[in-house]
């Protein structure tokens, strides 16, 4: 085992959830060692085409995490573990809401804008319905820079990865956007993206217990939407709302409540995004293809909480 790589214990809590392969003339090369050679390249940022040898051709280590990533396999992953971890009681469901920048290599540039190709025949049929979906190579969207989600700044290109994370440093939901779009908007994108299974029968849980965010998710519709869905939140208010509402009088309404010490908790998602900015392909975007992308975060995640 080389470092970095999948544990035994680690092995086994994914190899359930993955559709059968390994036997000879089948379908798919064995898996261990293909997400061994996706994890080498999102841990050092190394080219596709430089992969150690040891972990096969890196056309089937690049195409497995390309139809992954279309298809959703990683977020499965990460949900069926996120499901066990709730079923233990080990998820602190007072959750923190933030993003950060991730500069775009030259290489994430260039993306065609053409539409996807159509599926093929009895595409998805049989009894792996969520792996034969891939062959259509990517989802439906996507083309042109606000397309793949990279954004025009000062310093270049830039995707913003937004994220909830709970409250022991762990990716709960992750949403990305082009680098210049502001943090307040997406809070409810983001929000509607927390989905843990239930082990049993059952709805999966959507709400946080309580929700710890900065001043630019202070607007009155974010509080409102949380207000709306019963989420207890501790927002700080910006001067400038402040003074508004004093001018305002009566007619401006209470002032919001803020908790100081529980909002001094908020550091856990600084320190979530300081986990995923570990993997260097998540620090910097190699990907031409935000869903692409989105699949190398989502497994720097898994790992995040296979590791905790």
């Known amino acids: 085992m080389g470092r970095g790589d999948l544990t035994n214990a680690e092995w086994e809590r994914l190899e359930s959830f993955l559709p059968p392969g390994g036997a000879r ?35 089937t280590v690049y195409k497995r995490h390309r139809r992954w990533s279309a ?8 949900s069926r573990v996120q499901a066990a971890e709730d079923a233990a009681g080990s998820i602190d469901w007072e959750a923190s809401v933030d993003s950060t920048v991730v500069r775009a290599h030259q290489h994430a540039a260039g993306a065609r804008k053409a539409p996807p190709a159509a599926p093929q025949k009895g595409a998805g049929r049989g009894t792996n319905q969520r792996s034969g979906a891939a062959e259509t190579d990517r989802p439906a969207g996507g083309g042109g820079s606000l397309g793949e989600c990279l954004g025009r700044s000062r310093g270049g290109l830039t995707t913003k990865v937004h994220l909830v994370a709970d409250g022991r440093c762990r990716p709960l939901a992750l949403v990305l956007t082009p680098g210049h779009y502001g943090d307040g908007p997406q809070l409810q994108r983001v929000m509607e993206q927390i989905s843990v299974p239930r082990t049993g029968a059952g709805r999966p849980r959507t709400r946080p217990d309580h929700v710890l965010a900065d001043k630019a998710y202070t607007s009155r519709e974010n509080r409102r939407y949380l207000r709306r869905r019963g989420i207890r939140h501790t927002i700080p208010e910006r001067l400038d709302q402040q003074r508004h509402r004093k001018n305002r009088g009566s007619r401006g309404g209470r002032p919001t409540g803020f ?23 998540v620090a910097t975007r190699y990907d031409k293809r935000a869903y692409t992308y989105l699949g190398t975060v989502t497994l720097a995640a898994l790992m995040v909480w296979l590791r905790t």
């Open 25 to 59: 003339g089948g379908r798919w090369s064995d898996h261990r060692r293909v997400i061994n050679g996706v994890l080498y390249r999102v841990r050092t940022g190394v080219q596709w085409r430089d992969l150690p040898e040891r972990f096969g051709p890196w056309e």
């Open 259 to 281: 908790d100081h010490e529980r909002y001094k908790k908020r550091n856990t998602v600084e320190r979530t995004i300081n986990r995923l900015k570990g993997f260097r392909a």
């Open 71 to 78: 298809d959703g396999t990683w977020k499965m992953l990460l």
